[in-house]
């Protein structure tokens, strides 16, 4: 299984969340465990916001390869674009970051990682790794 | 067999179209070629704990916002972007 990381859930761990901590330790050595550009874009956003130098060095050499590095291509943007117009089309808006997550997890047949429920306006599973697992959850 | 500086060469010879068609190989390749087992949560864990020293709990909780901060343009009844 392909799990993709929203910027939430590398929060999380960023932040020892413990059952998020729990819950990567089950699947770090059977589960693929993914990031992709936009999320990447986020959280060093954040980490560009407060922190100094040695700090997103730590992030660049030792967390962010700790995760699969999953670029989107060109045909996860024009699906990104038809999810937007979809979601428009039924009344909501959501980011075009998550949007671009959706996109790629929808083409991997992945599991974003995420607390957002923004996701549910969208043809793609979610779990929420802040939580104990469910009945509903892949593994 | 070519070398890599072959195909770099080979790739100006290329049109669009053939170039878009490459493009998209690599992409498929690349997903064929997803690797589990990256992950190693004590070594994570421990850069976490280097990060977090000489910050407090409310600067942390700043980047926090600032990574998860969510730019959605407000649309008006008309379906257009409120100016």
Redesign the interface.
């Known amino acids: 299984m392909?799990y993709l990381f929203d910027?939430?859930a590398?929060?999380d761990?960023?932040?020892?969340h413990p059952t998020m901590?729990a819950r990567?330790?089950k699947?770090?050595?059977?589960?693929?465990?993914?990031l992709c550009q936009p999320v990447d874009y986020?959280?060093w956003?954040?980490?560009r916001?407060?922190?100094?130098a040695s700090?997103q060095q730590?992030?660049t050499n030792?967390?962010k390869?700790?995760?699969?590095w999953?670029?989107l291509?060109?045909?996860d943007w024009r699906q990104a674009a038809q999810f937007w117009a979809q979601a428009r089309t039924a009344g909501k808006?959501?980011?075009?970051?998550?949007l671009l997550l959706a996109a790629l997890a929808f083409?991997?047949n992945a599991v974003i990682v995420t607390n957002d429920d923004d996701f549910d306006a969208l043809p793609v599973r979610r779990e929420n790794w802040r939580q104990a697992p469910t009945d509903d959850d892949e593994s | 067999m070519l070398n890599l500086q072959e195909v770099k060469e080979a790739i100006d010879y290329l049109s669009p179209e053939e170039r878009?068609e490459l493009?998209?190989y690599l992409?498929e390749r690349?997903?064929i070629t997803?690797?589990?087992?990256?992950?190693?949560?004590d070594?994570?864990?421990?850069?976490?704990r280097?990060?977090h020293e000489?910050?407090t709990e409310s600067?942390?909780d700043?980047?926090?916002?600032?990574?998860?901060e969510?730019?959605?343009?407000p649309?008006d009844d008309d379906g257009f972007p409120r100016l």
């Open positions: 392909i910027t939430n590398v929060a761990l960023m932040s020892a901590l990567v330790r699947h770090q050595q059977q589960h693929v465990l993914g986020e959280v956003r954040g980490l916001w407060r922190t100094a700090q730590l992030y030792r967390i390869p700790q995760f699969e999953i670029p291509t060109d045909a808006q959501l980011s075009d970051v998550d083409r991997l | 878009a493009r998209a992409d690349e997903t997803l690797r589990a087992g990256t992950m190693n949560i070594a994570l864990l421990e850069a976490v280097e990060m000489g910050l600067e942390w700043e980047i926090v916002q600032a990574m998860n969510e730019y959605i343009e649309v």
